[in-house]
Each structure stands twice: as structure tokens, then as C-alpha cells.
């Protein structure tokens, strides 16, 4: 069965502290990664998506990169309004369902 | 452009009581997901319909979920006899099929069952 594992659960940083989230799957052929942001009580906010091993997306303090087995969402000298839990995604070839993993959630320190 | 809606964003209700949420997607997408999403966990996926036909659905949805998307447009989830387990946020995405398969979510409804 398609498998999402994120680590660490749980992040504190202070401001300025570059750090990278991490993602494992297991996917019987992948169609798609996908990274999302979720504030407190509100829906998931897309942020990139990943087709292909060696793929890689930015987007202002983020970074996002694919290999075969995982992917990592790196964070470059964040800030406190980056606090958020970090959700990723999968879908595979063969259905039409997405299994997200269990997020991790990052506190960025002043 | 407007992004996914959903109402309402919050409902507090009775064991026992029937409840039902409406969820609006981006108006060019054919695909909208349902999910449950509970406290520390992800979205957990409930159903999925293309256009108006319901393609699959989690064996974890019981008898007591019900789905629709009449006309292919809004989509609507019921669930009849709430139970305290039921409390959660339910949460709303859609996608175009075909283009990057990228989901949008809406805001969510939470969802008290007391």
C-alpha cells in the first residue's frame, strides 16, 4: 500500500536557522509529490509540486527536492511567519487517491 | 478567480443529529476529493467524484457517509446518526484532471459532535 512518512514531527528554529523537512514514500510508480502548508485551522495552501527524481522547486524560503525513495522542503534563514505545518502528499500511477503523511509542524523563534 | 468554498465553517451538533456540508470547487475543475483530517493527523481521503460520477470511495467511509456532486458542480456530504467519533475537520479539494493533478483545498468545516 502507498506509505507517506514525515520526520521530524515536530521543529523549532530560530529565525534565521536553515533546517530541511523530510518525506519518505513508498508508491508502486509515482505521478505525483506534493507540498503543502496548513495554519491552524484552516485548509492546506499548495505549494509545489514533484514529478521526477533530481526535480527540483523553489519559492522565496523554500526548496523543495524529489529522489527516488524521498523528498526534503528545505527552509532557508526562516522566519516566524513560515510557522506552519508542512504537509506532504502522494499519488500514484495506478490510482486516483492521495495519501498524505502526518506533517510536521515547525515553530520559527524570533 | 475564486478558490474552493465551503460551508458552513463550523457546525456543532447532537449525537444522533444529521449533518451536511456543501463544497464549491474552482469552477474548470472536473475532480473534487473529500478528506477528513483529525487533530496531529493528515487529510484522510474519503471519496472522490469526477464530474458527477462518485469513482471511489474509502473503505473507511461508513453507511452513515453520503456523497453527492448533482450536475457536476457542487458537491454536498452527509452524514446521518453523528456520533462523537465523527468530530473533525472535513476538508474539500478539487483538480483538473489531466493538467498536473495538483489539488486545491477549501478552507474546511469542523465539525463538533457533542
Known amino acids: 500500500e502507498d506509505q507517506v512518512t514525515q520526520s521530524p514531527e515536530a521543529l523549532r528554529l530560530q529565525e534565521g536557522e536553515s533546517s530541511s523537512l523530510n518525506c519518505s514514500y513508498t508508491v508502486s510508480g509515482l505521478r505525483g509529490l506534493f507540498w503543502y502548508r496548513q495554519d491552524p485551522g484552516k485548509g492546506p495552501e499548495f505549494l509545489f509540486t514533484?514529478?521526477?527524481a533530481g526535480e527540483e522547486k523553489e519559492k522565496e524560503r523554500l526548496k523543495a527536492t524529489l529522489t527516488k525513495k524521498e523528498s526534503f522542503l528545505h527552509i532557508t534563514a526562516p522566519k516566524p511567519e513560515d510557522s506552519a505545518t508542512y504537509l506532504c502528499a502522494v499519488r500514484s500511477n495506478t490510482g486516483n487517491q492521495f495519501y498524505f503523511g502526518t506533517g510536521t509542524s515547525l515553530t520559527v523563534i524570533p | 478567480d475564486t478558490g474552493v468554498s465551503q460551508n458552513p465553517r463550523h457546525k456543532i451538533t447532537k449525537r444522533g443529529q444529521n449533518v451536511t456540508f456543501r463544497c464549491d470547487p474552482i469552477s474548470e475543475h472536473n475532480r473534487l476529493y473529500w478528506y477528513r483530517q483529525t487533530l496531529g493527523q493528515g487529510p484522510e481521503f474519503l471519496t472522490y467524484?469526477?464530474?458527477?460520477?462518485?469513482?471511489?470511495k474509502s473503505r473507511l467511509l461508513s453507511d452513515r457517509f453520503s456523497a453527492e456532486r448533482p450536475k457536476g458542480s457542487f458537491s454536498t456530504l452527509e452524514i446521518q446518526r453523528t456520533e462523537q467519533g465523527d468530530s473533525a475537520m472535513y476538508l474539500c479539494?478539487?483538480?483538473?484532471?489531466?493538467?498536473?493533478?495538483?489539488?486545491?483545498f477549501g478552507p474546511g468545516t469542523r465539525l463538533t459532535v457533542l
Open positions: 479539494a478539487s483538480t483538473q484532471s489531466g493538467i498536473a493533478d495538483t489539488q486545491y
Open positions: 514533484l514529478y521526477s
Open positions: 467524484f469526477q464530474n458527477e460520477a462518485q469513482l471511489e
